[in-house]
């Protein structure tokens, strides 16, 4: 996952390494207010079969009509492309999400993917949406939330979520310390506190830092099994133009590494 902020060049340097490593695909955030569908433009331009993601757009700050006329505008390609949708702020956030698939649904020509948080967010994307996009969370948790999201598809005569898990991963003690700031601004959001209360963890205990390969190796190789993929984000300040190819890089050949001898 590449963040809002990120160079283009580097953007597009980040897609045709996680092609060309072998990643699934690749994920930009959307916080309100700003625009990650520049992002999935620009890496579609930059690559050609991994697939394209944006997790999550906030539909209280970016209503379904305006995500639309920017998918329009970009002409992002809708068959390798996941609009990833979240809640954003205000009351009622599980209506307003299920409105906003309902409005999405018959013009996205995309698989829809919902962000959630809490227990009754992660049943509605069962129920109404193609995957579950999960974030800052354990193993054990993301276990429980993707079951939560495959009991409500079956419930609702549905084929299962593709349920991801977006994983702070650093390699330096800048990336330490940057994730301390990432903890932080968790820390000031009522809807990550309740979340991280829930879990019985800090935001960093969902964090890997990793000083070596076998170390990178063996962080990831727990998640194995636990979700259908693994969304690798970085806590490093953008403006490096090695920071995201390096960890591109590593943390595909430590996601090898781990992969159990048959």
């Known amino acids: 996952m590449v963040r809002v902020g990120t160079p283009e060049s580097a953007v597009r340097a980040a897609a045709r390494a996680a092609e060309e490593a072998g990643f699934g695909g690749l994920w930009t955030n959307n916080p309100p207010g700003q625009d990650g569908l520049a992002l999935v433009g620009w890496a579609a331009e930059a690559s050609t079969t991994i697939a394209l993601g944006t997790g999550v757009v906030p ?18 390609p809708r068959d390798r492309y996941r609009l990833g949708i979240g809640s954003g702020q205000g009351p009622r956030p599980v209506e307003r999400v299920r409105e906003a698939l309902r409005e999405l649904r018959p013009a996205a020509g995309c698989a829809l993917v919902l962000g959630a948080l809490g227990p009754r967010m992660c049943a509605l994307a069962g129920e109404a949406a193609d995957g579950l996009l999960l974030s800052a969370v354990t193993t054990a948790h993301a276990r429980e939330s993707a079951g ?3 009991a409500a598809a079956a419930e609702a005569g549905r084929a299962a979520p593709r349920v991801a898990a977006g994983v702070m ?34 935001p960093t205990d969902t964090a890997i830092v990793a000083r070596n390969p076998d170390e990178l190796a063996e962080r990831l190789a727990a998640w194995r099994g636990v979700v259908d993929e693994v969304v690798v984000m970085s806590p490093t300040n953008p403006d490096d133009p090695e920071a995201l190819p390096r960890l591109i890089e590593r943390a595909h050949a430590a996601w090898r590494a781990s992969t159990p001898s048959v």
Request: proline share 5%; hydrophobic share 45%; glycine share 6%.
């Open 59 to 76: 539909v209280s700050h970016h209503p379904p009509d305006e995500i639309l006329r920017r998918m329009e505008e970009l002409g992002l």
């Open 169 to 202: 991963v650093g390699l330096t003690d800048a990336d330490a310390a940057r994730l301390e700031q990432v903890a932080a601004f968790y820390a000031r959001l009522p809807a990550y506190v309740a979340h991280f209360e829930r879990q019985g963890v800090t």
């Open 148 to 150: 939560l999201a495959r």
